[in-house]
């Protein structure tokens, strides 16, 4: 079964970049969207942004201009890097697959089906 | 604040049928489905609803939701001991706000 795992470092100093990725084991990256989502401790979940398979991109406008989301098809994996972190960017990090579908009516469908167990990051000096 | 509006906290006793809202406005719920996620003390989250109302597979009956409007509901029948989480809704944001927003999210505390 198609598996997430989140890795990079648990410790960000502020002003530098937040950089981690998520693997995808016992399925293929292709042809699903892949997303970002984070956690501050004892808050609400807040989504980051999401990428296509193919590169194609959108980020939550909050964040945007710090973030970047990035897929390396060959390793079937995804990364995220968020830049001038602060205290505030500590939390919880997700990785997740976005599922979706047009139904006959063309609405959108969409979910996060599949999670990782997430990352912890702490920003501080 | 979260743009999807959700009650902090909410509460039942075992056996008993809880709701769970969530408003928002014509740019979100209004116009897109809505999916409902459960998250249980130091877990990840799970999707419990998608599309207004359908249930993953392996998601027990007791979970139903709605939508009327801008706004959406959870229902939960033959309340349990391990449905304490805390339970978010989600929807896709026509406005600049999106395009994927989280309610502020529901602590279920079972009695």
């Known amino acids: 079964q198609v598996q997430l795992q989140e890795s990079g470092p648990g410790l960000v100093k502020p002003s530098e970049t937040l950089s981690l990725t998520c693997t995808v084991s016992g399925g293929s990256i292709s042809s699903y969207y892949w997303s970002w989502i984070r956690q501050p401790p004892g808050k609400g979940l807040e989504w980051i942004g999401y990428?296509?398979?193919?590169?194609?991109?959108n980020y939550n406008p909050s964040l945007k201009s710090r973030v970047t989301i990035s897929v390396d098809t060959s390793k079937n994996q995804f990364s995220l890097k968020l830049s001038s972190v602060t205290a505030a960017d500590t939390a919880v990090y997700y990785c997740?697959?976005?599922?979706?579908?047009?139904?006959?009516?063309?609405?959108?469908?969409?979910?996060?089906?599949?999670w990782g167990r997430g990352t912890l990051v702490t920003v501080s000096s | 604040q979260s743009v999807l509006t959700q009650p902090p906290s909410a509460s039942g006793t075992p056996g008993q049928r809880v709701t769970i809202s969530c408003s928002g406005s014509s740019s979100n719920i209004g116009s897109n489905t809505v999916n409902w996620y459960q998250q249980l003390p130091g877990t990840a989250p799970k999707l419990l609803i998608y599309?207004?109302?359908q249930r993953p597979s392996g998601v027990p009956d007791r979970f139903s939701g709605s939508k009327s409007g801008t706004s959406a509901s959870l229902a939960i029948s033959g309340l349990q001991s391990e449905d304490e989480a805390d339970y978010y809704c989600a929807a896709w944001d026509d406005s600049l706000n999106g395009p994927v927003l989280f309610g502020g999210g529901t602590k279920l505390t079972v009695l």
């Open positions: 997740a697959r976005r599922g979706y579908y047009y139904d006959s009516s063309g609405v959108l469908h969409w979910y996060f089906d599949l």
């Open positions: 599309s207004n109302n």
């Open positions: 990428i296509y398979y193919s590169g194609s991109t």
